[in-house]
């Protein structure tokens, strides 16, 4: 009854989630109060195990991280395929007590998590980095990697200002046809 007031959907993992927002510091509690903070972000920090979760949460109240939901998500993800011997409490606080701001804070965590959580990947995207680099491709074109490398459809960003400068980027896409055969070497 209360689930449904509060719109929250009628699963268990919801209601332990809803459950522990009473355990929060106040600082945090308040920002999920204003809306400061998502209560999808503390969604998906609450599959984390329960050291690691206390320490995000510190830093959260603290103000020394941010989180969006999908990198929280991919954090969760990441800590799932983790085991204890690739990073530890006292590293973790490491990485957090670092001089970043706490957008970048949240970004090196995230970067140095997924490294260990999946080295394979993470390797396809610093080829796939180079890669770009190699090309001659004009800044305003972003490429973005299929997830996971699974697949090879690479998603292009541009924005154009004018007919010539369409046809600059058009001309700049033809050096792009090279990362398929990168994705294809992947593929075997």
Not at 22 to 35: C, E, F, M, S, T
Not at 141 to 150: A, D, V
Request: hydrophobic letters at 35%; glycine letters at 2%; a neutral charge.
């Amino acid at each position: 009854k209360y689930l449904k007031q509060l719109e929250i959907p009628n699963n268990q993992r919801w209601i332990d989630c809803y459950l522990e927002l009473r355990n929060l510091p106040g600082r945090v509690a308040r920002k999920l109060h204003r809306g400061t903070l998502s209560i999808q972000l503390f969604y998906q920090l609450h599959e984390l195990a329960e050291p690691v979760f206390q320490i995000i949460i510190r830093e959260l109240e603290a103000d020394r991280l941010h989180l969006t939901v999908q990198q929280a998500r991919r954090l969760a993800e990441a800590f799932r395929r983790i085991t204890p011997d690739q990073i530890d409490q006292a590293e973790l606080s490491g990485l957090l007590n670092c001089k970043k701001s706490p957008k970048k804070q949240g970004d090196n965590l995230l970067k140095i998590l997924e490294q260990r959580a999946f080295p394979e990947t993470m390797a396809y995207y610093e080829q796939f980095r180079k890669l770009l680099q190699q090309l001659e491709i004009n800044s305003k074109i972003s490429i973005m990697p299929p997830k996971n490398f699974e697949g090879n459809n690479l998603q292009f960003n541009f924005q154009a200002d004018s007919a010539e400068e369409l046809e600059e980027l058009t001309e700049s896409l033809k050096e792009c046809t090279t990362l398929f055969d990168f994705f294809t070497e992947l593929s075997r």
